[in-house]
């Protein structure tokens, strides 16, 4: 029982992690709401009792997937810096 | 207005396609056949306690070595979109305080946990690409705190081509030591203690060599990525 409410629960938050990525002001806020959803994905996996997933899911969904969104991110705003200066 | 009605329609739509997986679910009683197979052959045949190693491994072996091969596709498609085009250096920021003390403590344990992790793949979960993420990550982290550190390209190249060579020669000892139908079969080494570090036959060294090709490839993507950011 305990299991399926922790599960309804996490599902709501990547839901409203996910709403707000899509309205959000500033990229980087989306981004790391992006993280937060592979986050919870992961909780839920090592909950369904796959922990090699939960790993995987970890390691590249919320740390990967992330720091490369971030130097993307990093490297258009260096780019659009050339052009104004 | 047309937009919206668009979007309902498209997510209606999919709510209709997804609709039978929701209405036929039931809770399987006992597992299917190939996958009770699967679950007593792992230690039985293969000496391994970790099922989802003794598929990734030996069960699926030729679909780990096409994933690891696409994965040093999609390495080599990075390492050539972002070579570097200028080789003028620039001043790299250096991490914050907090960021460069937690490095130094942090860092060896996480090598160690990854070394932990794909070494142990059998018999605990995790496995290579787990643990070679882990390696990577660790070395993002030293790449973000110190500025003086350099990603040497030219040992992540030599570790990642010696691996990937070795991986596809432990397949091959399979299918000469033992014979047809037996590539990438780990039995042809010796099976070992039950539960011990060296015992389910060449799955811990195949699965090293994976975690090993795999941190040096997302190693070499992220300082990739660092340089190509760095410079203007």
């Known amino acids: 029982m305990f299991d399926q409410i922790a599960m309804v629960v996490l599902g709501l938050i990547s839901l409203a992690a996910a709403i707000y990525a899509m309205y959000a002001k500033r990229v980087l806020s989306a981004v790391i709401a992006s993280g937060v959803i592979s986050l919870m994905a992961s909780i839920m996996f090592l909950i369904a009792a796959a922990p090699d997933v939960a790993m995987t899911e970890a390691t590249i969904g919320a740390g990967l997937t992330t720091v490369i969104f971030l130097y993307a991110l990093k490297h258009i705003r260096s780019r659009k810096g050339d052009k104004h200066d | ?232």
């Open chain 2, 1 to 232: 207005m047309i937009k919206y009605i668009l979007i309902v329609a498209a997510i209606l739509g999919f709510a209709w396609l997804l609709l039978p997986l929701a209405r036929d679910f039931q809770v399987a009683e006992e597992l299917p056949p190939l996958a009770s197979e699967y679950v007593q052959g792992s230690p039985r045949d293969l000496n391994m306690p970790n099922v989802v190693t003794a598929v990734v491994v030996t069960y699926r072996g030729l679909d780990t070595l096409g994933e690891v091969s696409v994965l040093f596709l999609a390495t080599a498609g990075i390492g050539y979109f972002l070579k570097r085009r200028h080789h003028r250096k620039h001043e790299r920021t250096p991490g914050s305080e907090i960021m460069r003390t937690g490095a130094k403590f942090l860092v060896p344990m996480i090598m160690v946990l990854g070394i932990y992790i794909f070494s142990h793949g059998h018999l605990s979960p995790g496995g290579g690409f787990q643990g070679g993420v882990v390696i990577a990550s660790g070395i993002l982290m030293l790449i973000m705190a110190e500025v003086q550190f350099e990603v040497s390209h030219r040992l992540l190249h030599w570790s990642e081509s010696i691996s990937g060579i070795a991986y596809v020669s432990l397949g091959l000892a399979g299918l000469i030591l033992i014979g047809m139908n037996h590539f990438l079969d780990p039995r042809f080494w010796a099976a070992g203690p039950y539960l011990a570090l060296f015992s389910a036959g060449a799955v811990p060294v195949i699965y090293s060599l994976i975690g090993i090709k795999v941190g040096s490839e997302l190693a070499s993507v992220l300082a990739s990525i660092q340089d190509e950011g760095e410079e203007v």
